[in-house]
């Protein structure tokens, strides 16, 4: 049980468009999600914090009109990388927090999007 | 604030030796202490935890740890390594609020050599 999928895994894409990506709990209810991002070879770096209903709390450095947040419900948050550039380009990776029965994980990750910005 | 050190950025170890991977801390305030681990193009998957009780903590796949509270250390151990454990592995602390607020480190690359 929990687990956390993000969609799609993969995207290529052509500068100045914009990315959304997917982060669903199959099987429970995520009261907060997470999302990170990581360069090659270096650890995660928080970017912002959300719970649903509620808007987002990004850290500090990170632009909130450039990566949009949206958790509109207790299984999906969506990121969308507005406007992308090559310097977007990167790994996200979303984890979501659960209540009941899975909140002895801390939280639960999803396996990451590799996003490719040409 | 909280931070979180991995000396080694890369530990190369033949199959069926033990290794260590370190991992100190530095805290204000208590602190959970957490290892992942991640294989290429994939997410975090939790190794193992420590909340509090005993010091020895045991996790998934055969890897163990060991909180030191006056070393300020979570390192993480396993007897006999197989080819599968290369992966990238990340020491984390959680203060305060469990599951909220992590601190990753910079992740060690073990690899695993036949």
């Known amino acids: 049980g929990a687990v956390v999928s993000q969609h799609p895994s993969w995207v290529i894409c052509k500068s100045g468009t914009s990315v959304k990506i997917e982060c669903r709990s199959l099987?429970?209810?995520?009261?907060?999600m997470f999302w990170y991002r990581q360069f090659p070879k270096q650890s995660l770096m928080l970017m912002a914090t959300?719970?649903?209903?509620?808007?987002?709390?990004?850290e500090q450095g990170v632009e909130k009109d450039k990566f949009l947040i949206n958790h509109a419900s207790l299984t999906l948050s969506t990121l969308t990388v507005t406007s992308a550039h090559p310097e977007d380009s990167s790994f996200y990776i979303c984890?979501?927090?659960?209540?009941?029965?899975?909140?002895?994980?801390?939280?639960?990750f999803g396996d990451g999007t590799r996003l490719s910005i040409l | 604030a909280q931070s979180v050190t991995q000396l080694d950025s890369q530990v190369p170890v033949f199959e069926e030796a033990p290794v260590e991977l370190r991992c100190n801390y530095s805290?204000?305030?208590?602190?959970?202490l957490f290892w992942y681990v991640q294989y290429p193009n994939q997410g975090l998957q939790l190794l193992l935890k420590?909340?509090?009780?005993?010091?020895l903590v045991k996790g998934i796949n055969g890897f163990e740890a060991e909180f030191n509270k006056s070393q300020t250390s979570f390192h993480l151990r396993k007897p006999s390594v197989h080819i599968s454990d290369t992966a990238e592995y990340f020491c984390?602390?959680?203060?305060?609020?469990?599951?909220?607020?992590?601190?990753f480190g910079p992740g060690t690359r073990l690899s695993v050599l036949p």
């Open positions: 984890s979501a927090i659960g209540t009941g029965s899975v909140s002895n994980q801390p939280q639960h």
């Open positions: 099987d429970f209810q995520a009261t907060t």
């Open positions: 959300s719970n649903e209903g509620s808007k987002a709390t990004y």
């Open positions: 805290s204000s305030v208590s602190v959970y």
């Open positions: 420590y909340l509090s009780g005993s010091t």
């Open positions: 984390a602390v959680s203060p305060g609020n469990y599951g909220q607020n992590f601190v």
